[in-house]
């Protein structure tokens, strides 16, 4: 059987890009969202999230955009002086590997954003990250311990199927060098989330077992959606996208993906789309399902 979470990253990031994903639920293919515990709409999406049972809702981890939930003096290694995150991915890296970083700051963190979600009454499905720095080493045996500790059943596997990126690059000739950067880093997350895999297992934490959507990310739209419905193998698949309707918001936010979220959004409310994925037989599932499916194999 082929199962598919479609899930939209940065719920809270904005009001509209919180409506955008609940209308992307409703009306399309979106079974999944990860709420940024950081994000400016927070609250807005946390209401939203508890009048829709049926969204599965995880937590977006967050250590490199925006103000940390634990309090900057409690953090100091992870911040600036307004209580900022400061980094990119690879340069916290970097930081963490040459001690300039404190792991116990980074679990601090992560806490207290896992605890904002907890305590506003939202049961998380799984836990993924913004920029996927939960898969980098020592975050992801990080991960998988507090999701064990707060019982959050999955996690998300960075772990892409290469197909069409060639595609991709014959049809936006000119945005070859963000296509290839972003398929360089999805190689290099799959080979790190994939040493990790037997933790997950070995944890009892659910995950998907194909990844798509990182080399994809900025272009993202009907046709790119049709011929990943169409790749799909048997198992469970996760597919990462970015949806949101522009407003002075969301162009005062750090992201790059701007009016890329309305094109996502058409393609995953596109009637096409959910007629394709009923016409293969694709079961369209969140994270709490297949956290389901897994806990029943292994009392069996």
Not at 154 to 180: D, M, N, S
Request: net charge positive.
């Amino acid at each position: 059987m082929k199962r598919l979470i479609v899930n939209a990253d940065d719920f809270g990031l904005t009001a509209n890009v919180n409506r955008a994903i609940l209308d992307g639920h409703c009306r399309g293919v979106i079974t999944s969202a990860s709420l940024l515990s950081n994000g400016e709409a927070f609250e807005s999406a946390v209401a939203l999230a508890l009048q829709t049972p049926r969204l599965g809702v995880g937590i977006h981890l967050n250590l490199t955009e925006g103000k940390s939930v634990a309090a900057g003096l409690d953090v100091p290694s992870l911040v600036n002086s307004q209580g900022q995150f400061n980094r990119t991915p690879t340069s916290l890296w970097r930081a963490i590997v040459f001690g300039r970083v404190s792991a116990a700051d980074i679990e601090r963190e992560l806490r207290a954003q896992i605890e904002k979600v907890l305590a506003a009454g939202v049961a998380p499905t799984h836990l993924d990250s913004h920029k996927h720095v939960h898969a980098l080493p020592v975050l992801g045996k990080m991960t998988i311990r507090l999701a064990r500790e707060y019982c959050i059943p999955a996690i998300r596997c960075v772990a892409e199927r290469q197909r069409g990126a060639w595609r991709l690059l014959r049809r936006h000739p000119r945005a070859a060098k963000t296509v290839l950067r972003q398929l360089l880093n999805s190689c290099t997350l799959t080979a790190i989330s994939r040493s990790w895999t037997g933790e997950l297992e070995r944890a009892g934490i659910a995950r998907a077992s194909d990844f798509y959507g990182l080399t994809a990310t900025g272009f993202l739209d009907e046709e790119t959606m049709r011929e990943i419905l169409s790749s799909l193998r048997d198992g469970t698949s996760e597919l990462m996208c970015h949806p949101g309707w522009v407003d002075d918001d969301l162009r005062r936010t750090p992201t790059r993906l701007v009016g890329q979220r309305e094109t996502e959004f058409r393609a995953l409310t596109s009637p096409a789309i959910k007629l394709q994925a009923r016409d293969l037989g694709i079961q369209l599932v969140n994270y709490r399902d297949i956290a389901r499916v897994n806990a029943t194999r292994v009392l069996a």
